[in-house]
């Protein structure tokens, strides 16, 4: 079955640095979504990426998809502590879908 | 807009009772999905429907985990019987093309005691 490796598990970084979370996938990706959970909260949908190569980004978040759509990344620059939560990337193949283990990061202020 | 409908928002039974749990998606959207998440892990895809069809239910555990969507709109997810490790949030998704964005329930903390 599709397998995604999720890293780092966690990230704690100081307000002000720049914090990256990677997606990797064992096989080639339909597309790759990317989630955010607060803590005790739900998943809420970031970006969805879909092309080869491609990169979004909205405002401090920037978001890449590799160039043989088997690995993806998030960038936040500048972290601020509303940025705290799980971040998650959601892979699907034909149809499965599938969600990495998340990067938990945490801001000290 | 209503978001993604859940009930019970929290569940405590003994292990090897039964338990369901019911989903009510947007408006609209044909394929709702139904996750569990162990604490600390992420979302692991128990059953997906597309209207009533299901698309994929490769992780659901056959043997206690039964799911349905009878009319396309709600579903049910059931254990039974539980075992202590079925201890977890059941969230329910649901999504429409072309986005695919899916919209995530409140979910359901389940405890199995």
């Not at chain 1, 597309?31 to 998943?43: A, F, L, M, T, V």
């Not at chain 1, 940025?83 to 938990?104: E, L, P, Q, S």
């Not at chain 2, 409908?5 to 139904?34: D, M």
């Amino acid at each position: 079955g599709q397998q995604v490796m999720q890293i780092p598990q966690y990230q704690h970084v100081q307000e002000g640095e720049d914090f990256t979370t990677y997606c990797n996938s064992s096989t080639t990706l339909s597309n790759i979504q990317w989630y955010k959970q607060r803590p005790g909260g739900h998943p809420v949908f970031l970006i969805q990426l879909v092309k080869s190569g491609e990169v979004k980004k909205q405002k401090r978040l920037t978001f890449q998809f590799g160039e043989a759509k088997k690995n993806s990344s998030l960038h936040i620059t500048a972290t601020q502590t509303t940025d705290v939560g799980t971040y998650f990337c959601a892979v699907r193949g034909g149809n499965d879908m599938r969600f990495g283990a998340g990067t938990r990061l945490t801001v000290k202020p | 807009e209503a978001g993604v409908a859940q009930s019970p928002r929290y569940k405590i039974i003994e292990k090897r009772q039964s338990v369901a749990f019911w989903c009510n998606p947007i408006s609209g959207h044909a394929t709702l999905y139904w996750y569990q998440q162990i604490l600390g892990q992420g979302p692991k895809l128990l059953i997906q429907f597309q209207n009533n069809g299901v698309v994929d239910d490769s992780q659901l555990p056959k043997d206690r985990f039964s799911a349905e969507r009878l009319k396309g709109v709600d579903s049910t997810l059931k254990i039974q019987p539980a075992k202590l490790e079925d201890s977890a949030v059941y969230l329910c998704a649901s999504s429409a093309q072309p986005t695919n964005e899916q919209f995530f329930g409140p979910g359901t903390r389940l405890t199995v005691l």
